[in-house]
């Protein structure tokens, strides 16, 4: 094996520190780093004359690290496994818990309680509660294991709403339905707040649905404790979205860099774009009180919604009018505008609706590309 060959990646990383080739440049002998393999076999591999581990290879494709924002507002990572060996790990995880307690062999097993660890994780942890976290789902999911095992001799149905086991979350204790549910509301809320930067008023009242969505959801689903987590978690990622806008000077700046003329793009006079060619918020106050008009919203309302929306008609106009647009003769730019945004919003209302409907890592196993998918 000439030393041309080997790939010194992440996931198999060479060591070179000793004199590992020959002559002619093949190699004779070499180590590898298994400190981050999720199972090793033959686990004496650095003792003398030992067999050496037995490293199962995860392309770095097949792999997903996903960063999270937790309550507290720090960023943290979760790792998850989409592909083991070409098998897609896309089973339902009650189908996976209930299989094992009928005592089935299931591939990849612990791949999966990494994945479900890693998902609940991703929508209740912070960077402080993360590792105990971890422990504790995993807890969770032996002793639901168990419980479907007693149900199984007693002749009980193990839906999921017959499921009492408890999961601890950052202190806070869910069920499987209540844990699996709220999940699904923090997926669905998330896809729908830009995080791509550039933020436009429009884009606020995106992030007010978000909030409304998983307070209404917990408000009428979950108890007190649950509630302010779901809400607490869902406000600081909000917050941190907001925080990492850049503030108009720096925005400023990187056009001049480029040899855009200030004058001809800023107006100190602006109620809402201090840079005109730009459709970037800068009224934060105005852009909150967008945010807040959907973020109290009744979701389990449809009249309530409507009625927000017809609020933010009124919000929204002055804004278009600043940016240009304006109603001449036949033509109704401003009324269509106005419309045109109200209807984006009004597919949110959908609890259904998810924007992102796959992240770029699932795709590239999926479909071997790497673009995100709206839909």
């Given at each position: 094996?000439?030393v041309?060959s080997?790939?010194?990646?992440?996931e198999?990383?060479?060591?070179?520190?000793?004199?590992?080739?020959?002559?002619?440049?093949?190699?004779?002998?070499a180590?590898?780093?298994?400190?981050k393999?999720?199972?090793?076999e033959?686990?004496?591999v650095?003792?003398?004359?030992?067999t050496p581990?037995?490293?199962?290879?995860?392309?770095?494709?097949?792999?997903?690290?996903?960063k999270?924002?937790g309550?507290?507002?720090?960023?943290?990572?979760?790792?998850?496994?989409?592909?083991?060996?070409?098998?897609?790990?896309?089973?339902?995880y009650?189908?996976?818990?209930?299989?094992?307690?009928?005592?089935?062999d299931?591939?990849?097993?612990d791949?999966?309680?990494n994945?479900f660890?890693a998902k609940i994780?991703?929508n209740?942890s912070?960077?402080?509660?993360?590792k105990?976290?971890?422990?504790?789902?995993?807890?969770?999911?032996?002793?639901l294991?168990?419980?479907?095992?007693?149900?199984?001799?007693?002749?009980i149905?193990?839906?999921i709403?017959?499921?009492?086991?408890?999961?601890?979350?950052?202190?806070?204790?869910?069920?499987?339905?209540?844990l699996?549910d709220?999940?699904?509301?923090?997926d669905?809320?998330?896809?729908?707040v830009?995080?791509?930067?550039?933020?436009?008023?429009?884009?606020?009242?995106?992030?007010?649905?978000?909030?409304?969505?998983?307070?209404?959801?917990a408000?009428?689903n979950?108890?007190?404790?649950?509630?302010?987590?779901?809400?607490?978690?869902?406000?600081?990622?909000i917050?941190?979205?907001?925080?990492?806008e850049?503030?108009i000077?720096?925005?400023?700046?990187?056009?001049?860099?480029?040899?855009?003329?200030?004058?001809?793009?800023?107006?100190?006079?602006s109620?809402?774009?201090?840079v005109?060619?730009?459709?970037?918020?800068?009224?934060?106050?105005?852009?909150?009180k967008?945010?807040d008009?959907?973020?109290?919203?009744?979701?389990?309302?449809?009249?309530?919604?409507?009625?927000a929306?017809e609020?933010?008609?009124?919000?929204?106009k002055p804004?278009?009018?600043?940016?240009?647009?304006?109603?001449m003769g036949?033509?109704?730019?401003?009324?269509y505008t106005?419309?045109?945004?109200?209807?984006?919003?009004?597919?949110?209302f959908?609890?259904?609706?998810?924007?992102?409907?796959?992240?770029?890592?699932k795709?590239?196993?999926l479909?071997?590309?790497?673009l995100?998918?709206?839909r």
């Amino acid at each position: 094996m000439n030393v041309s060959s080997i790939s010194n990646s992440t996931e198999n990383r060479l060591y070179t520190n000793e004199n590992l080739w020959d002559k002619n440049g093949n190699i004779t002998k070499a180590k590898f780093d298994t400190s981050k393999a999720l199972k090793i076999e033959n686990a004496n591999v650095n003792e003398t004359n030992r067999t050496p581990s037995e490293i199962l290879y995860i392309p770095s494709e097949d792999i997903d690290y996903e960063k999270c924002t937790g309550k507290d507002g720090k960023e943290f990572t979760v790792t998850s496994y989409c592909k083991i060996k070409g098998e897609t790990l896309n089973k339902d995880y009650l189908d996976v818990f209930a299989s094992k307690a009928q005592g089935k062999d299931v591939s990849y097993y612990d791949y999966y309680v990494n994945n479900f660890v890693a998902k609940i994780a991703q929508n209740f942890s912070d960077s402080s509660s993360l590792k105990e976290d971890e422990k504790s789902i995993k807890k969770g999911i032996t002793d639901l294991i168990g419980e479907m095992k007693r149900n199984i001799s007693k002749g009980i149905s193990n839906n999921i709403e017959n499921l009492n086991t408890k999961f601890k979350v950052n202190g806070v204790d869910f069920t499987l339905k209540e844990l699996v549910d709220s999940s699904k509301v923090m997926d669905y809320a998330c896809s729908i707040v830009n995080t791509l930067g550039g933020m436009d008023y429009s884009d606020y009242a995106e992030m007010g649905i978000a909030k409304g969505k998983v307070s209404s959801y917990a408000e009428k689903n979950l108890n007190v404790e649950q509630q302010k987590l779901l809400n607490s978690t869902m406000s600081a990622r909000i917050q941190k979205v907001i925080d990492s806008e850049p503030e108009i000077s720096t925005v400023i700046e990187d056009l001049k860099r480029v040899n855009i003329k200030i004058d001809m793009v800023t107006d100190k006079n602006s109620k809402y774009y201090a840079v005109k060619s730009l459709e970037r918020a800068t009224n934060k106050e105005y852009a909150q009180k967008i945010m807040d008009t959907f973020a109290n919203v009744d979701y389990s309302n449809a009249k309530s919604f409507d009625k927000a929306i017809e609020e933010y008609k009124v919000l929204i106009k002055p804004v278009l009018e600043e940016a240009g647009i304006k109603n001449m003769g036949k033509n109704d730019a401003l009324d269509y505008t106005i419309d045109y945004e109200a209807n984006n919003l009004k597919t949110l209302f959908d609890k259904d609706y998810k924007r992102v409907i796959s992240s770029s890592v699932k795709l590239k196993t999926l479909y071997g590309h790497s673009l995100d998918v709206y839909r």
